[in-house]
């Protein structure tokens, strides 16, 4: 058998994000995927070293590897319209879901075992939580980027997503957007001060 997954998932560097917006640089799901694994990573070992976690870090990173796995099908649906509306909401996820079984059903079987965990992650796992809050400090990063060069496009993102990590009970999504996202905004002359 020829396993079509790491082709399908080859594909995530083709599909760009931020379609509604004008962008001054644009971003793909490959790149976004390895970013939201990094920062994953970075807030579960955040999170256990500082503040008495338990959590998994190499597990959510690789949660975070594919947590967008579902768009080489489905293609990336802008946030506004994702969630324009509950009916819609529930339908995109329904969509998602098929997706990634899909993509689990292009693996010799023996694997689909050992992938189906981090491709159809599990909701309640806190793993996957620290993911959804790397997804949205990912989005952060993209917008202080954009306004750090001028698109007042990113204005109105930034405020929403920043808020929204505000208001996130986990002290290491504080400590990470006080001590890691102001150097986003720096560049290169400074990075290297």
Not at 19 to 32: I, P
Not at 51 to 56: A, E, I, P, Q, R
Not at 104 to 128: G, I, N, Q, W
Not at 158 to 182: A, C, M, N, R, W
């Amino acid at each position: 058998m020829v396993s079509k997954f790491f082709a399908f998932l080859d594909r995530m560097k083709l599909i760009d994000r931020w379609a509604l917006m004008r962008n001054t640089s644009v971003e793909d799901v490959a790149q976004h995927t390895m970013q939201v694994a990094m920062i994953a990573h970075a807030l579960c070992q955040i999170e256990n070293t500082l503040y008495g976690g338990k959590l998994d870090a190499c597990k959510a990173a690789v949660i975070a590897l594919y947590h967008e796995s579902a768009e080489v099908v489905t293609g990336d649906l802008p946030t506004p319209v994702k969630y324009f509306d509950d009916d819609i909401n529930r339908a995109y996820k329904k969509i998602e879901h098929r997706a990634e079984q899909k993509l689990v059903d292009t693996l010799p079987e023996e694997l689909r075992t050992a992938f189906s965990p981090y491709v159809k992650a599990d909701r309640k796992e806190p793993e996957y939580l620290f993911v959804k809050y790397a997804d949205k400090m990912s989005a952060l990063i993209k917008c202080v980027e954009e306004l750090s060069v001028g698109n007042k496009e990113f204005e109105k993102a930034h405020g929403v997503t920043l808020e929204s990590l505000k208001d996130v009970p986990e002290k290491s999504v504080q400590y990470f957007l006080d001590v890691f996202i102001p150097a986003y905004s720096m560049n290169l002359d400074s990075l290297l001060d």
